[in-house]
């Protein structure tokens, strides 16, 4: 069964400072996963998606993650963190069906500092 | 274009009584997908379905049912509530097959039984 991991609960950061979130996965085979954001009292927003193309996935506002088999992880990268990141972010992967259906992870609260 | 709209936003249910969580999506989207969310647990899928007149159960179907009874529509009935039932509930669509890239959420509705 496919499953995710978000190592960190809660990560806090200054902006203009590094942003990782980490994440690890299970899946018998080649996943297909994401990343949603979660901002106060809102719906969730994909940030971005891998299935099987390049590693390095770039997504929306700056933010990046890289697929690494070997360390079965995604972990989630923006390079100077801005308030406006401030939010709630899911690690996701793809049931492995053909019903479009998804596996949540735990979620990371990103808290920016000023 | 609306997208994936829920109703109530917000609402207090009493042990034992009953509801349905309206979801209506204006995109013509074959699948569709009912998600709670508790503090920390990230979202659990309730029920989905896959066209109408077809549901099936996700992972933490006890307790719900729903309908199919046209592509827009896919509501979710609470029919005994439970304080366990207290949650943000999400509801999804999905034009066709293949997750996560294609999943357009609606802003939540957040139940508190009391």
């Known amino acids: 069964a496919q499953s995710v991991t978000q190592l960190d609960s809660h990560v806090s950061v200054s902006e203009g400072t590094p942003v990782l979130l980490r994440c690890n996965y299970s899946s018998s085979y080649s996943p297909s996963l994401f990343w949603y954001v979660q901002h106060p009292n809102k719906g969730l927003q994909l940030l971005l998606k891998y299935t099987s193309a390049a590693t390095l996935v770039k997504g929306i506002n700056g933010f990046e993650a890289e697929f690494k088999k070997s360390e079965t992880s995604f972990h989630l990268t923006k390079p100077s963190a801005h308030m406006s990141d401030a939010a709630e972010y899911f690690c996701v992967v793809s049931d492995g069906g053909n019903t479009g259906k998804l596996i949540f992870g735990q979620g990371t609260t990103l808290q920016v500092k000023p | 274009n609306a997208g994936v709209t829920q109703t109530p936003k917000f609402r207090i249910l009493k042990i034992g009584q009953s509801m349905t969580l309206q979801c209506t999506q204006d995109?013509?989207?074959?699948?569709m997908y009912w998600y709670r969310q508790d503090p920390g647990m990230g979202l659990k899928l309730i029920y989905y379905?896959?066209?109408?007149?077809?549901?099936d159960k996700g992972e933490v179907p006890n307790g719900y049912n729903v309908s199919r009874s046209t592509t827009e529509d896919f509501p979710l009935r609470l029919e005994l509530a439970a304080p366990s039932q207290t949650s943000v509930y999400f509801c999804?669509?999905?034009?066709?097959?293949?997750?996560?890239?294609?999943?357009?959420f609606g802003s939540g509705t957040q139940l508190s039984v009391l």
């Open positions: 995109m013509n989207h074959n699948y």
């Open positions: 379905s896959v066209g109408a007149g077809i549901t």
């Open positions: 999804a669509s999905n034009p066709g097959q293949g997750g996560g890239e294609k999943l357009f």
